[in-house]
């Protein structure tokens, strides 16, 4: 479990094929803050995919991403050198700064549109026809593991307005128009509607 606060931006080190390129990958990630305290079977979300640590070297540490996380994430393009958003999994001591994230990925978006502001950036994002009933105006919505809120809506995405600090803290600043980014929809709407589909 995740709050969406991003810890630092990490580096891909390296990006093995143990099984073949269609395969798993076993990535290698640089997070001085996040492998600081680590620990083997730890949850650390890349990106806002949960991976666990399969091995420690200082400040890099190493996790297996399965086929199908590959396919349904942006990580299946990540290669040495891509910047990610790192963080640890969530204590019971920690404060809820954003809201409840599984680290789950529900699919990819493309961004649409930037729009630079005095001290902000809108961006807005094309959404998956089988998401955008999972997104509400002033609802929360992760993007690439950054806890954020919805700001707008239309037909075919949503967009979000970040803050200095997002900004500057996360990979979100430099993201580029067409660039695609992982989304993880708010589990409570997918719980609603299942419950609510059980009954009909």
Known sequence: MFTGI???IGTVEAVEHPTGPDGDVVLRVRGPLVTSDAALGDSIAVSGVCLTVTALDGETFSADVMPESLRRTSLGAA?????VNLERALLPTTR???HIVQGHVDG??????REPGPRWDTLLFDLPAGLARYVALKGS??????????SALDDDGFGVSLVPTTLARTTLG???VGETVNIEVDVLAKHVERLLGAQG
């Not at 290669?79 to 910047?83: D, N």
């Not at 990819?108 to 549109?113: I, S």
């Not at 993007?143 to 919805?150: A, F, I, K």
């Open 79 to 83: 290669a040495p050198g891509t910047a």
């Open 6 to 8: 991003v810890e630092e």
């Open 96 to 98: 809820m700064g954003g």
């Open 174 to 176: 430099a993201r580029a």
């Open 108 to 113: 990819v978006a493309t961004l649409r549109h």
């Open 141 to 150: 919505v992760t993007v690439d593991g950054v806890s954020l809120t919805v």
